[in-house]
């Protein structure tokens, strides 16, 4: 018998310079996405769907207070976001929310003609990228 949940992804912890704003703005993506809160405790918050849940913490322990997305380390997290009108839709209301359109030129083909996603930074410098499934 094959454990189905192996190797799967069990969950991400963003370090932030800001848990008010990551809150908010990861908040209001991920419940978007269909995350429900999880977790709340003085540095930090997570957020859940299914098995996988998402973790933001202004830890005592980072050694900056910068995220580059372009260096080495995380570049971005990607999310199925259903249909090209979800995503079209997500996108419209990202810039109410923090977030701001990356390669706005090239929408929604960034990724090539093939590939229908809203690329989104937010105000730490974090990268979601949404792709239509649908």
């Known amino acids: 018998m094959t454990d189905e949940s192996f190797g799967s992804l069990?969950?991400?912890e963003l370090w932030v310079p800001h848990l008010?704003?990551?809150r908010v703005e990861w908040g209001w993506l991920l419940s978007r996405l269909g995350y429900?809160?999880?977790q709340d405790w003085p540095r930090g918050?997570?957020?859940r769907r299914g098995p996988t849940y998402i973790v933001v913490e202004e830890s005592p322990a980072m050694s900056g207070r910068t995220h580059e997305r372009t260096a080495p380390g995380l570049n971005h997290l990607a999310f199925s976001?259903?249909?090209r009108q979800q995503v079209d839709a997500?996108?419209?209301d990202a810039a109410g929310q923090g977030w701001r359109e990356l390669f706005p030129e090239t929408y929604p083909h960034a990724g090539g003609p093939d590939h229908f996603a809203a690329y989104l930074v937010n105000s730490d410098g974090f990268e979601a990228?949404?792709?239509a499934t649908g």
């Open 10 to 12: 069990h969950h991400v």
């Open 20 to 22: 008010g704003r990551a």
């Open 36 to 38: 429900q809160a999880h």
């Open 45 to 47: 918050c997570s957020w």
């Open 81 to 83: 976001a259903g249909t």
């Open 90 to 92: 997500l996108a419209a």
């Open 129 to 131: 990228e949404l792709i």
